[in-house]
C-alpha cells in the first residue's frame, strides 16, 4: 500500500478472534472499570473472550465523523497481562481504558458513567463522547466549565523557570501554552517524552533481528495532534486567555481558529472577540513608492477571503501545500500543521470541523513579496461533507474556495449540491491529485460541466508537476483572485452570515456586549481627539503640567528671586489651590461618568469594557498617530528643526488617546476632591474611586505611575490606591502583609522593552497603535503558591518605562531631567533592574548609560542596591557572549569612568568602579539577545532564538529576585518608597534631598537595637563598679577578701579586670552589630551605611565608660586610703577607752559592794575624762583645697601654651563668683563685632556665651553630685571636671573661641568647685575627727559598761545594735547605689526615652499641647536647662504611685537579707572562739556586697560578752524585724527623698543618653538627633523658622520666617565668620558645615510645627526678643494645631 498523506487516508480495518469470557469480573477489572458488557454480563478482561475487535485508528483518520456524533464500536477486550497486546485505538481516550497500568487513577467509574452509552445491540455497544475523553487525559476536564483565565496563566510558578518537557499527556496543553506565550515558534511541537520512547540500543547481540518492527506503524497512543490541544485549550479557556494565545499565534505566523468546534454540541464558533486584538502593519504595493504603510486592526480591514477545503479523502496534504503557497522560496515556514510535522499524523480527535485563518501580507517589495495585495487565507479542517454548516460559511464569506480531492463522486447528490449552492458567493476551484489511484478524469468532468467551471477553475497536479511548479498555478491562480475579486469582508461583517448558519459568535455573549456598548458610548463622540480631550477630560492637559511645574517649583526655588521664601512658597501654594479650585470646578464629564460606570461593572463584564475601550481608543487615534510618526521622524533626521519637533511632539500628545487618559483624569478628579471639605458630598461620592483601580490592578490592569506627558506622579492618587491594594491583598484581620519584587526595564526608546517584558512575562503596557510607552506604568503578576517561599514574596510588580532620551524628548530642553527623574524613580523601586540596549543605538548608549549610573548612585547612597542585567538586543550571531568578551570589559571600563563622573557630580567621590554602585558582574550581568523577526516582517514569524534567549532572561530574572538578600517590601513599604523617592525627585539635588520613612524607620530600629545594647553594657558596668566599690571601701578591713595588702596592687588588678570585663562587652556589641545586619528583615540594607559609624560608636562607648570607670576605681581608691589612717586612729582610740572601761569594771567589783547606777555613773565619767586627757588628740589639719584645684588647672593649661600659662595666673578665690559673661572685649572689639552680625550672620559672642552656660551647667550637676556623697576632697574630681570640659569644647569646635575664653571658662568653673569642695573636705574632716567620733559614742560605751558590771545578758540588745548600726546603713546604702540604674532602665522602656529621636518628638508634642510660651522660650533659649528639667518632670510623673520604686527596693532589700541569712548560718558552721570572731566571719561573707561603717563596727566588737549562739538567734530576729522597718520607711519616704540619695542620678544619666552629640544647627540651631557617639553627620528632623532663633532682618529688624530647611535649595545666601564675612550660597553650606547634612523638607508641610508656634507666638517672642514681628506668610494662618501635630509625625515617624 502506498504511503498516505493526512489528506488521503484509507479505511482498513484489523479483527482478530479472541475466546468466551467467563461471566464474573474479578476485583480489578471492575476497579478499573476495564468493563465487558456482553448479554449483559460483565467480563474479566484477564481471561481470554471471544469478540471480534476492530481497530478504529485509521477509522477514526479516514472517516471524519459529524461533529457531536459519538462512534458506535463493537466491545473490545483486553487479552492476559502476558499476552502481547496489540493496537486496537479507537481514538486515543479508548486506549486509556485499554491499557492496563497507565493513568488508573484518573478515570472513575463515576466518571465513566458520563461517557459510555450502552446500546442492547447482538452484542452491546460503547460510545464515548470524544471532547470530554480528550479532555480529562489533558487534565483539562475541570476547565470546561471553569474557563482558564490569562491571570492564572501568567502567574509564576516553578514551572515557570524549569525546562522540564512534557512526561504526560496532561502536560502537553501547558507545555504549548508556556511556549506560545513566549512567541516560542516551536509550541505546536508538542510530544509527551515517554521513560522508554525507543527500544535502547542493544549492544550485546543477543536479541533477535526482527525487521518488521522497522517497518511496523508507530505507536501513537502518547501523541495528541497539535490542532487537537489548540482546540481543547481555546474550548477551555476564557475570552481574554483565547484572544492573548491567538494574539500570540498570529505574531508566531501560526494560523489562528476562524470557526471552532465543538463535537459535543455540534455546533461551532466564529472566534471574532479572540481576534480583535491582532494589529497588523503591512505595505500593499501601491504605497511602495511612498513608503508608506497601513496598520489596523485585522478584524477591522475589508479584505478578500481564499479559502481551502477538502472533499472525500485527498491525498495531497492541503496544509502543507498551502504553507508553501504562502512561504516564500527564501524561507519556508508551517503557518498550518499539517502530517509531516511533529505529532501532525496523530489522528485528530476534536479539531476536525476547525477553520483556521492567517493572513498574507506584503511588505512592499517586489521582488520578495509573493501577493502584492493582502488577503486572508482560511483552511477546513476535515471533509465537506461531514461540515457543510462551516462549508457553507466560507463559500458566504470567500472570493473563492478551493475544493481539494481524490476522487468525485458524479453519480453522488450530494456532491453537485454542495458544488453547486444557489448561496454561494465564492468561485469554486477544484484541486486535485492525477497521480492518485482513485482519481477519474471522466468524473471530474462531468461535474466540472455540470459546474459550470472553465479549465481555469480547475488545478490538477500531475506526475510531469512538481510540487514546486504546482505551487506555483496555484499561486498565481490565487493571485488573479485578489487582484480581480470584488468580494472584500471585514471579518466583523460577517457575523450576519454566521448567525444565519447558526452558528455562535463568541463576542454574542452577554457581558461583552453590554461592555461593547458601553465603550461604544464613550468612543464614537470622539471626532477631533484634542478637542475631545479638552471637553471630556479637562482636568489634565495645561492644568495639570502647570500644577506639575507648580510643585516642582515648591521643591527647587529656582525663581524666588529675591523674595521671602516662605511668602515665594505661600505665593505658589495658593497657585496651586487656584488649579484645584478651577479642577473643581468642572462638572463630571458624560464620558467620565460613563468610564466609571464602565469598570464598576461586575467581574468580567469590566474586563470586556476597558478591552473594547482600548481598542476602540487605539482604531481613533492610530491614523493620526502614524501620520504624525512618520513626519516626526524625518524631521529629526536633521537637527535644526527643533521648534518644529517641539510641535510635533505636542500634536502627537494631544492625539494620544488611550485608557491611561480617562485613568489619569479619574485621578486627577480624586486629586482634586481632596481640596474640598471632608464633609463635602462631592469628595465623598469620590472616595471608592482608589479602591476601584486597585481592583484593577489586581486583576492584571496597569496603573500609570508616571504621567509622561506632565512628567509627574499624582502621589496622593498613587498612594491612596496602593493603600487599596494593601487592604485587598493583605486583610487587617488576617494580619499578614503580602510582600512584593519589583522588577524594572529600562533603555532608549523602541528598543524592544516592553516586547522584552511581554515575552518574558506576558505582560501587555501601551505598545501598539504607534504609541510607545510614555511615563512609566506598573503591573502585578501573581506567584502561585507552591513558589512564594522560593521568590520570598506574594506578588511580582513589573514596570515599564518611557524610553530613556527617546527621540520624541531628545530634543526637548528638559529631556535629560526627565531622564534622570524616571531613571531614578525606577531604579530606587526595583529589586533587579534590566538596562535593555539595542546593538543599532550604541551611539546613544553612553548617554543612556550615564543616566543610569547616576540612578544606581542615588540608590546606594540611601540604601539601596539593585541588580542590574544588561540586555544587548538584535544580537544574531550564536557565539556573542564569548566574541563580546572585549566589549563588555569596554562596557565595564565606560561604567567605571561614568561612576566616577556622577560621583563627581553628586559629591560622593569616594564611588570609584561601577560595582561600588550595585551588584554586577560582566560575566553574568550581560545578556545578549537575537532580533525579534526571523525573516522580513510583516510575514516573519518570532525568532525562536529571541525566544530562547528571552526565556534564558527570564530564569535569570526570577533566580536574581530569590536570591535578594534585602527583605522584600510589602505593599504600603512600595508605597512609602514611591512617595519619598518622587519628592527627592523633584529636588535638583537627589542624594541632598533625599529622606524616606522606611530609612527613617531603619534607622530609628538600629538605633533603638545599639541603644538597648549600649544600655545592657552600661547597666552591666554601673552593677561591676557598685561591686568593685564595695570591694575597695572594704578594703584592709575585717570584711575584705583582698589577698593583697597592697592598695596600688589592688587598683592595678581592678584596672586589669575592668578591661577584660569592657572587652567583652564591645565585642559582643560589635557581634549583635554584625548579627543585626545579616539579618534580611527590618529593611536593615537601607541603613548598610551607617555600620561603620555604629562600631565606631561601640569603641567610643568602651573608652567613654573605661574612663568613667577608671575615674570611679581611683576615686573610690583614694577615698578609702585617705580614711584608712583616720580609721586607725579611731580604732586605736576605741581600744584605748576599752581597755580603761575594763580596768574600771574590774576595779569596782573588788570594792566588793553593791553600786548603786548613780555611784556607777560617777566611776565612769571620772574615768571617760581621765583616759581622753591622757590620748593625744591631733586635730585634723584642713587642706587649702582653692591651692589643690589651682594646681590641677595650671597642670590643665600647660599643653595649651605660654598664653595660658599667663592667663591662669589669676587667683581663682575672685572666680565664678558671678555668672560668667563673655562679652566682646575678650575676643573682638566692639567696632569688629558690629561689622560682623547680619541678619543671617553667626553671632559668635552668643554662640560662645550658649556654649560657656553648657558646660557650667553640665560642670556645676557634676561638682554637686560629688558634693552630696559628702566625702573627702580628691584631686581627681576637678580632674574629671577639666576632662569634661576640654571634651566639650572639643565637640564645638565649629564655635568660634579662643585661648582666653577657655581659660575664663575653666577659671570661673574651678573658682566655684573650689569654694564647694573646701566645704565639704572641711563638713568631712569635722564630720570624721576622733574625738568627736568618740563623743557620740560616749552614752553606747556607758550602758556596755554598766551592762557588763551587771552581767547582763547582751544578746538581745548587741544583737539589735549589730542590725541597726552596722547592717541597716549598709544595707540603705547597697539599696541606694542600685536604684539609680533600675529607675533609668524603666523610663527606657517608655517610648519617649527609647531613642533620640523620639525623645525630640515627645518633647515638641509636650510643648504643643500645653500651649506655653515660656517654656517655648526656654525649650528654644536654654534647651539643656528645659530638658533636664523635663525629663525630671517625667520620671517623677511616671513613678507618682511610688510602687515600681518600692518594688525595686523590696527586691534589693530581700537580695541583702538573703545575703545576711546567709552569712549567719556560714558563720554558725564555723568554730569561732568568740562573738567578735562570729561578727567578723559574717562581715567576711558580706564583704562583697555590703560596706560596713568601721566605726560602727568598732564601737559595736568593744565590752561585748554575748554568747555566740544565742546572738545568732537574736540576730536573725533583729534581721526579720530591720526588714519589716525598712520596708516601712521606703513605703513611707517620697520619690523625692529617694532621689536625693542615690548614687547614680537617673536625671543626668538619662539627658547624657538622650542629648546626642549636643550639636545643632548651624542656621536655626535644631539640635542633632543623629544616633551613636562617632556618627560623622549631623542632622535634624524639624528645622525652624531663623527668627525663632533670634535672626531679624538687618533693615527691619523684623523676626526671620525663613526656614533653612528651604534656604537650602534656594539660590539665597549666607555670611558669617566661618565664611569669612563672605556671602555664601545656601546650597553649598556643605563647603563650610561639612558635617552638617540639612535635608530639605522630606513634605512641604514637615516645618508646619514651628510655623505654627511662630505664627501664633509672634509678637510674644519679637517683645522677649526685643525685635519686630515677623511678617507671617499668609499660608501660615491656615495651619492649625492639629496640622502642626501632624507635622510632628511627618517629621519624627
Not at 459568535?505 to 465603550?519: F, G, L, Y
Not at 553606747?1340 to 557588763?1348: A, E, G, N, Q, Y
Amino acid at each position: 500500500m502506498e504511503e498516505n498523506s493526512d489528506e488521503d487516508l484509507v479505511v482498513e480495518l484489523y479483527c482478530e478472534e479472541v475466546h468466551e469470557p467467563p461471566s464474573a469480573p474479578c476485583s480489578t477489572c471492575w476497579d478499573d472499570c476495564q468493563q465487558i458488557i456482553t448479554g449483559g454480563k460483565i467480563t474479566c478482561r484477564h481471561v481470554k473472550a471471544r469478540v471480534f475487535n476492530i481497530s478504529s485508528e485509521l477509522v477514526s483518520q479516514h472517516l471524519d465523523s459529524p461533529v457531536g456524533d459519538s462512534e458506535n464500536y463493537t466491545m473490545i477486550t483486553c487479552r492476559e497481562e502476558e499476552t502481547q497486546q496489540e493496537s486496537t485505538d479507537m481514538d486515543s481516550s479508548e486506549n486509556d481504558y485499554l491499557k492496563p497500568e497507565e493513568e488508573k487513577s484518573s478515570q472513575t467509574p463515576e466518571d465513566m458513567k458520563d461517557e459510555i452509552k450502552s446500546q442492547s445491540l447482538v452484542t452491546s455497544t460503547h460510545t464515548v463522547k470524544h471532547l470530554q475523553s480528550l479532555l480529562k487525559k489533558l487534565g483539562l476536564k475541570q476547565n470546561y466549565t471553569k474557563k482558564l483565565s490569562l491571570r492564572r496563566i501568567l502567574g509564576i510558578n516553578k514551572e515557570t523557570t524549569t525546562d522540564e518537557s512534557a512526561k504526560c499527556k496532561s502536560d502537553l496543553p501547558w507545555y504549548f501554552l508556556k511556549k506560545v506565550m513566549m512567541f516560542n515558534v516551536t509550541a505546536r511541537n508538542v510530544k509527551c517524552t515517554s521513560e522508554c520512547d525507543s527500544t535502547s540500543d542493544d549492544t550485546s547481540g543477543t536479541k533477535k533481528l526482527n525487521l518488521k518492527n522497522l517497518v511496523s506503524s508507530p505507536n501513537t497512543e502518547d501523541t495528541v495532534n497539535p490542532l487537537d490541544i489548540i482546540t481543547a485549550l481555546f474550548l477551555c479557556s476564557d475570552g481574554f486567555l483565547q484572544q492573548e494565545m491567538t494574539l500570540k499565534m498570529s505574531m508566531c505566523q501560526f494560523s489562528v481558529p476562524l470557526l471552532l468546534p465543538n463535537c459535543d454540541t455540534g455546533q461551532c464558533t466564529l472566534m471574532l472577540w479572540a481576534m480583535r486584538d491582532i494589529v497588523k502593519k503591512y505595505r500593499p504595493q501601491s504605497l511602495s513608492q511612498s513608503k508608506g504603510f497601513i496598520e489596523e486592526r485585522i478584524v477591522l480591514s475589508e479584505l478578500p477571503m481564499v479559502s481551502f477545503v477538502r472533499l472525500g479523502e485527498c491525498s495531497l496534504s492541503k496544509s502543507e501545500i498551502l504553507n508553501k503557497l504562502l512561504s516564500n522560496s527564501q524561507q519556508y515556514h508551517d503557518t498550518f500543521v499539517h502530517h509531516d510535522m511533529e505529532c501532525g499524523d496523530s489522528p485528530r480527535i476534536i479539531s476536525n470541523g476547525l477553520t483556521e485563518i492567517t493572513w498574507y501580507l506584503p511588505g512592499g517589495n517586489t521582488n520578495i513579496d509573493i501577493f502584492s495585495q493582502p488577503v486572508a487565507v482560511a483552511n477546513l479542517r476535515g471533509d465537506i461533507a461531514s461540515f457543510e454548516t462551516q462549508y457553507s460559511f466560507l463559500c458566504q464569506t470567500s472570493a473563492a474556495v478551493f475544493v481539494f480531492f481524490d476522487h468525485l463522486d458524479s453519480e453522488s447528490e450530494s456532491v453537485f449540491n454542495l458544488l453547486k449552492s444557489q448561496h454561494h458567493k465564492a468561485q469554486i476551484y477544484l484541486v486535485g491529485n492525477y497521480e492518485s489511484k482513485r482519481f477519474n478524469l471522466d468524473a471530474l468532468e462531468k461535474v466540472a460541466t455540470e459546474l459550470d467551471l472553465t479549465e481555469n477553475n480547475i488545478i490538477i497536479k500531475t506526475k510531469q508537476k512538481n510540487d514546486a511548479d504546482f505551487v506555483k498555478d496555484l499561486r498565481k491562480t490565487v493571485r488573479n483572485v485578489i487582484e480581480k475579486s470584488e468580494l472584500k469582508m471585514k471579518i466583523e461583517e460577517i457575523v450576519d452570515i454566521a448567525h444565519e448558519l447558526g452558528i455562535l459568535v463568541d463576542e454574542d455573549a452577554p457581558e461583552c456586549q453590554t461592555a461593547k456598548k458601553n465603550a461604544k458610548t464613550i468612543t464614537e463622540e470622539i471626532q477631533d481627539i484634542h478637542k475631545y480631550k479638552e471637553d471630556q477630560l479637562p482636568r489634565q492637559g495645561q492644568i495639570w503640567k502647570t500644577l506639575t511645574l507648580l510643585e516642582k517649583e515648591e521643591f527647587r526655588l529656582r525663581n524666588v528671586g529675591s523674595k521671602n521664601i516662605e511668602d515665594y512658597k505661600s505665593d505658589l501654594q495658593k497657585q496651586k489651590e487656584e488649579l484645584r479650585q478651577k479642577q473643581n470646578s468642572y462638572e463630571m464629564s458624560t464620558a467620565m461618568t460613563n468610564f466609571i460606570t464602565g469598570i464598576s461593572s461586575p467581574g468580567t463584564e469590566r474586563f470586556y469594557f476597558l478591552k473594547w475601550m482600548r481598542m476602540n481608543l487605539d482604531n481613533v487615534s492610530r491614523i493620526k498617530l502614524c501620520e504624525l510618526r512618520e513626519k516626526y521622524k524625518e524631521k529629526c533626521k536633521n537637527s535644526e528643526n527643533k521648534e518644529e519637533i517641539k510641535e510635533i511632539d505636542r500634536q502627537i500628545s494631544n492625539s494620544s488617546l488611550g485608557t491611561e487618559h480617562f485613568f489619569r483624569e479619574m485621578g486627577q478628579i480624586y486629586e482634586s476632591s481632596l481640596s474640598l471639605p471632608e464633609t463635602e458630598p462631592s469628595r465623598q461620592q469620590l472616595q471608592h474611586l482608589p479602591k476601584l483601580c486597585a481592583k484593577l490592578l489586581l486583576d492584571g490592569f496597569p496603573l500609570e505611575l508616571v504621567d509622561g506627558d506632565a512628567s509627574n506622579i499624582p502621589l496622593r492618587w498613587v498612594s491612596d490606591v496602593l493603600s487599596q491594594l494593601s487592604d485587598l491583598v493583605s486583610p487587617k484581620k488576617k494580619g499578614k502583609k503580602r510582600k512584593i519584587r519589583v522588577v524594572t526595564v529600562l533603555g532608549v526608546q523602541s528598543t524592544g522593552k516592553s516586547t522584552l517584558l511581554n515575552t518574558m512575562f506576558g505582560v501587555q503596557f501601551a505598545v501598539s497603535s504607534g504609541r510607545c510607552t510614555r511615563g512609566a506604568f506598573m503591573l502585578l503578576i501573581k506567584i502561585n503558591e507552591n513558589f512564594k517561599n522560593v521568590l520570598n514574596c506574594d506578588f511580582l510588580v513589573i514596570i515599564d518605562t518611557e524610553g530613556l532620551k527617546s527621540p520624541e524628548l531628545a530634543q526637548l530642553d528638559n529631556s535629560y531631567e526627565h531622564d534622570n527623574e524616571l531613571a531614578t524613580l525606577v531604579v530606587g523601586l526595583s529589586d533587579v533592574t534590566i538596562v535593555n540596549i539595542a546593538m543599532e543605538n550604541l551611539i546613544e548608549m553612553k548617554d543612556i548609560l550615564q543616566i543610569v549610573v547616576h540612578a544606581f548612585l542615588r540608590m546606594k547612597e540611601v540604601g539601596k542596591k539593585p541588580k542590574c542585567q544588561f540586555v544587548h538586543q538584535n544580537v544574531s550571531d550564536v557565539s556573542a557572549h564569548e566574541k563580546n568578551l572585549r566589549d563588555r570589559e569596554l562596557l565595564l571600563d565606560q561604567l567605571n569612568e561614568m561612576t566616577q563622573a556622577a560621583a563627581k557630580m553628586e559629591k560622593k567621590e569616594g564611588n570609584k568602579s561601577f560595582t561600588d554602585v550595585m551588584e554586577y558582574s560582566p560575566d553574568t550581568g550581560n545578556w545578549y539577545i537575537p532580533g525579534l523577526w526571523n525573516g522580513n516582517p510583516p510575514m516573519a514569524p518570532v525568532n525562536a532564538g529571541y525566544s530562547e534567549a528571552v526565556y534564558e532572561l527570564k530564569k535569570n530574572i526570577i533566580q536574581l529576585v530569590s536570591n535578594c538578600e534585602s527583605s522584600s517590601n510589602d505593599i504600603m513599604e512600595f508605597k512609602e518608597w514611591v512617595k519619598s523617592l518622587w519628592n527627592a525627585v523633584k529636588h535638583e539635588n537627589f542624594i541632598f534631598s533625599f529622606r524616606n520613612s522606611l530609612v527613617a524607620d531603619a534607622y530609628m530600629k538600629l538605633c533603638t537595637e545599639f541603644n538597648k545594647w549600649e544600655w545592657e553594657f552600661r547597666k552591666e558596668m554601673y552593677t561591676w563598679v557598685r561591686n568593685v566599690e564595695t570591694k575597695i571601701y572594704n578594703f584592709g578591713t575585717i570584711a575584705a577578701k583582698s589577698e593583697t595588702s597592697d592598695m596600688r596592687e589592688f587598683l592595678i588588678s581592678l584596672k586589669s579586670e575592668a578591661s577584660t570585663v569592657l572587652s567583652t562587652w564591645e565585642k559582643k556589641i560589635l557581634n549583635n552589630l554584625t548579627q543585626y545586619f545579616e539579618q534580611t528583615e527590618d529593611h536593615v540594607y537601607l541603613v548598610e551605611g551607617y555600620k561603620e559609624e555604629f562600631s565606631n560608636s561601640a569603641k567610643v562607648l568602651r573608652f567613654e565608660i573605661e574612663s568613667g570607670v577608671k575615674y570611679q576605681l581611683e576615686a573610690a581608691a583614694e577615698i578609702r586610703q585617705g580614711m584608712t589612717k583616720i580609721d586607725k586612729i579611731k580604732n586605736n582610740h576605741t581600744k584605748e577607752i576599752e581597755k580603761a572601761v575594763r580596768a574600771l569594771i574590774d576595779k569596782c567589783r573588788k570594792k566588793k559592794v553593791q553600786m548603786t547606777d548613780a555611784e556607777l555613773d560617777k566611776e565612769f565619767e571620772k574615768m571617760w575624762k581621765e583616759t581622753l586627757e591622757k590620748l593625744s588628740f591631733t586635730k585634723q589639719k584642713s587642706s587649702n583645697v582653692t591651692d589643690r584645684v589651682s594646681y590641677c588647672l595650671r597642670d590643665n593649661l600647660k599643653r595649651k601654651g605660654s598664653c595660658a600659662n599667663e592667663l591662669s595666673q589669676r587667683s581663682l578665690q575672685d572666680c565664678g563668683k558671678e555668672s560668667f559673661k563673655w562679652t566682646t572685649d575678650g575676643l573682638y572689639n566692639k567696632l569688629k563685632h558690629g561689622a560682623k552680625k547680619f541678619f543671617l550672620g553667626q553671632d559668635d559672642i552668643m554662640a560662645a556665651q550658649h556654649l560657656a552656660d553648657s558646660i557650667i551647667a553640665a560642670c556645676t550637676d557634676l561638682v554637686n553630685e560629688q558634693v552630696k556623697r559628702k566625702n573627702n576632697y580628691h584631686d581627681t574630681y576637678i580632674q574629671e571636671i577639666l576632662n569634661v570640659i576640654d571634651e566639650k569644647l572639643k565637640n564645638h569646635q565649629d564655635v568660634k573661641i579662643n585661648i582666653e575664653f577657655e581659660v575664663s571658662l575653666k577659671q570661673h568653673i574651678c573658682g566655684f568647685a573650689a569654694r564647694k569642695f573646701q566645704r565639704m573636705h572641711e563638713d568631712f574632716i569635722e564630720e570624721n575627727d576622733p574625738y568627736r567620733c568618740l563623743l557620740k559614742n560616749k552614752e553606747k560605751f556607758h550602758d556596755d559598761f554598766k551592762d557588763v558590771f551587771h552581767e547582763r545578758d547582751q544578746c538581745q540588745k548587741k544583737a539589735e545594735e549589730f542590725t541597726n548600726r552596722c547592717l541597716k546603713p549598709a544595707v540603705e546604702d547597697f539599696i541606694n547605689r542600685s536604684l539609680g540604674p533600675d529607675i533609668i532602665d524603666e523610663m527606657r522602656k517608655l517610648e519617649q526615652f527609647s531613642t533620640r529621636m523620639s525623645f525630640q518628638y515627645s518633647i515638641l508634642l509636650d510643648l504643643l499641647s500645653k500651649e506655653d510660651f515660656q517654656n517655648y522660650v526656654s525649650y528654644i533659649c536654654s534647651y539643656e536647662k528645659y530638658v533636664k528639667t523635663w525629663i525630671l518632670k517625667q520620671i517623677k510623673k511616671h513613678f507618682s504611685n511610688e510602687s515600681t520604686v518600692f518594688e525595686f527596693e523590696e527586691r534589693h532589700l530581700w537580695s541583702c537579707i538573703d545575703s545576711i541569712n546567709s552569712a549567719i548560718n556560714k558563720a554558725k558552721t564555723r568554730e569561732s572562739e568568740d562573738l567578735n570572731e562570729f561578727v567578723e566571719d559574717i562581715c567576711k561573707e558580706l564583704g562583697d556586697k555590703l560596706v560596713i561603717s568601721q566605726d560602727a563596727l568598732g564601737a559595736f566588737m568593744i565590752l561585748n560578752n554575748a554568747d555566740k549562739e544565742q546572738f545568732a538567734d537574736c540576730l536573725t530576729t533583729s534581721v526579720n524585724d530591720m526588714t519589716e522597718t525598712l520596708k516601712n520607711k521606703f513605703k513611707e519616704s517620697t520619690f523625692e527623698m529617694k532621689l536625693q540619695h542615690l548614687h547614680v542620678n537617673p536625671q543626668n544619666e538619662l539627658f547624657n543618653k538622650l542629648i546626642g552629640c549636643g550639636k545643632q544647627c548651624p542656621f536655626c540651631k535644631a539640635p542633632c538627633d543623629a544616633g551613636g557617639k562617632a556618627h560623622t553627620e549631623h542632622f535634624a528632623s524639624l528645622h525652624r523658622p531663623e527668627g525663632l532663633g533670634r535672626y531679624r532682618w538687618d533693615s527691619t529688624k523684623k523676626l526671620v520666617t525663613d526656614i533653612c530647611s528651604s534656604l537650602v535649595i534656594s539660590d539665597n545666601r549666607f555670611r558669617c565668620s566661618h565664611t569669612n564675612n563672605e556671602w555664601h550660597p545656601y546650597k553649598k553650606y556643605k563647603n563650610i558645615y561639612k558635617d552638617w547634612d540639612i535635608q530639605p523638607d522630606k513634605s512641604l508641610e514637615a516645618s508646619d510645627y514651628w510655623k505654627y508656634v511662630m505664627k501664633k507666638y509672634n509678637r510674644d517672642f519679637a517683645e522677649e526678643y526685643k525685635a519686630e514681628p515677623a511678617f507671617i506668610p499668609g499660608f501660615w494662618y491656615e495651619i492649625n494645631k492639629d496640622q502642626a501635630e501632624k507635622s510632628l509625625d511627618e517629621a519624627y515617624k
